[in-house]
C-alpha cells in the first residue's frame, strides 16, 4: 500500500521559511514526476511545484517561482519543498503528490494518483 507523509509544516512569521518534507513508501518513484500542491480555506486546491522523474526539470506556479524549490532524493524515496520569503498569501495545507501513471510531468490535480494527507502551514503578517 503506498503511502506519503509529509512533515516541516507550521507557523511562521511572513519573510520567513519552511521546509515541506514528503516521504513515500509502498512503492518506488524514481521514474515518476512528484509535485507539492496547496489549499487555503474556502478555494479550489492550487499547483505549487513539480520535479520530473530524472529531477533534471522543474515547474512552478508564477506565485511562488523563486521563492520556492522542489527538489528529491530518489534514494529515499522523498520530494521536499524549500519555501523561503513566505507571505501570508501562502497560508494553505500543503500536500504532496506522485503521479505514478505517467513519467510526465503535470500541473492539473487530477492527473496525480498517489496523495498525502497534508501539512498546515501558516504565515502570519
Known amino acids: 500500500q503506498v503511502q506519503l507523509v509529509e512533515s516541516g509544516g507550521g507557523l511562521v512569521q511572513a519573510g520567513g521559511s519552511l521546509r515541506l518534507s514528503c516521504a513515500a513508501s509502498g512503492r518506488t518513484f524514481s521514474n515518476y514526476p512528484m509535485g507539492w500542491f496547496r489549499q487555503a480555506p474556502g478555494k479550489e486546491p492550487e499547483f505549487v511545484a513539480v520535479?520530473?522523474?530524472?529531477?533534471?526539470?522543474?515547474y512552478y506556479a508564477d506565485s511562488v517561482r523563486g521563492r520556492f524549490t522542489i527538489s528529491r532524493d530518489d534514494a529515499k524515496n522523498t520530494v521536499d519543498l524549500q519555501m523561503n520569503s513566505l507571505k501570508p498569501e501562502d497560508t494553505a495545507v500543503y500536500c504532496c503528490a506522485v503521479r505514478g501513471s505517467s513519467v510526465y510531468p503535470s500541473l492539473g490535480v487530477h492527473d496525480y494518483d498517489y496523495w498525502g494527507q497534508g501539512t498546515q502551514v501558516t504565515v502570519s503578517s
Open positions: 520535479i520530473t522523474g530524472s529531477g533534471s526539470r522543474t
